[in-house]
C-alpha cells in the first residue's frame, strides 16, 4: 500500500518514490508508488494534478482491495524503477486555500447561524457549503462572512493531528466522524476549529485570503451556502 504523505506535509510538490506496480487497465497505463504526495479526489476535495517522469497523470484513485494510491498516466514509464513526481502547485494551493475556507466557514455558520455543515463541494472558482437551516437572513449571513473574515485575519496556526478513539472521544470536535475505529486525522485551527479530515490544508489561516459568501439558495430541507 501507497505510504500517502500527503496527510502529514501538503507543501512538498516535488519527491521521488520507487515504482512498486505498473500496468495497463482499459488502454490506460497506471502505476502505484511506495509513498505518494499526490491526493486522490475524496471527501468532496478534487484529486492533485501533475507529472510523473514526464508523463501527465490524469486521475488518481484508490483501490478497494489494499488501499494503494493508483497514479493513472497519459503513457507508459518504460523500463523505470524509480518516480521522479511534480504537483501542480497551483492548483494544490487553490484545493488548501478552499478547503481550509471551508472548515472556517463551517465553525462560523455553527457559531453565528447554529448551522451544522452536511456536505461540501470544491471547485476550479468556488466552493459550496450545505447546511441544516432555511431562510437565514441577510443580517446572519453578513455576520458569518464577518466571523469567518475575522478568522482569516487572525491568522490562526493550522495543524494536523493523529489521535486515538479513546483521544478524539474527550475533544471538542465540530464534526464526529462516520468511523469509530482506530487513530483519526484532526485538522486544528487554534483556538476556532478542530474537525476530522483527511484533505489538505493551508498552515496558517491568514493563507485563505478574503472569504466571500455570493447566495443562498434553498435545496429541500437544507441551505446552499
Known amino acids: 500500500m501507497s505510504k500517502r504523505r500527503h496527510y502529514e506535509d501538503a507543501y512538498t510538490t516535488q519527491f521521488q518514490a520507487n515504482i512498486l506496480e505498473k500496468f495497463m487497465e482499459n488502454n490506460r497505463h497506471a502505476v502505484v508508488l511506495d509513498e505518494t504526495y499526490f491526493y486522490p479526489e475524496s471527501g468532496g476535495q478534487p484529486a492533485d494534478q501533475g507529472t510523473i517522469n514526464g508523463r501527465s497523470?490524469?486521475?488518481l484513485s484508490i483501490r478497494e482491495t489494499d488501499g494503494a494510491v493508483?497514479?493513472?498516466l497519459d503513457g507508459?514509464?518504460?523500463e523505470a524503477k524509480v518516480a521522479t513526481a511534480v504537483i501542480d502547485w497551483q492548483r494544490r494551493f487553490d484545493?488548501?486555500?478552499q478547503h481550509t475556507g471551508q472548515h472556517i466557514l463551517s465553525q462560523a455558520f455553527r457559531q453565528i447561524a447554529k448551522a451544522e455543515t452536511l456536505s461540501f463541494h470544491l471547485s476550479e472558482n468556488a466552493v459550496t457549503?450545505?447546511?441544516?437551516r432555511l431562510d437565514m437572513s441577510d443580517a446572519e449571513i453578513a455576520a458569518v462572512e464577518q466571523c469567518a473574515n475575522q478568522a482569516v485575519w487572525a491568522n490562526h496556526p493550522v495543524t494536523i493531528q493523529f489521535v486515538t478513539q479513546e483521544e478524539w472521544a474527550t475533544l471538542p470536535l465540530r464534526k464526529i466522524p462516520p468511523t469509530r475505529n482506530g487513530r483519526l486525522r484532526l485538522i486544528n485551527i487554534e483556538n476556532f476549529d478542530l474537525t476530522a479530515c483527511g484533505g489538505t490544508h493551508v498552515n496558517q489561516t491568514g493563507s485563505v485570503g478574503q472569504i466571500k459568501i455570493v447566495r443562498q439558495e434553498k435545496r429541500g430541507e437544507k441551505s446552499r451556502i
Open 57 to 59: 497523470v490524469t486521475h
Open 70 to 72: 493508483v497514479h493513472w
Open 76 to 78: 507508459a514509464l518504460g
Open 95 to 97: 484545493h488548501m486555500q
Open 129 to 132: 457549503i450545505d447546511v441544516d
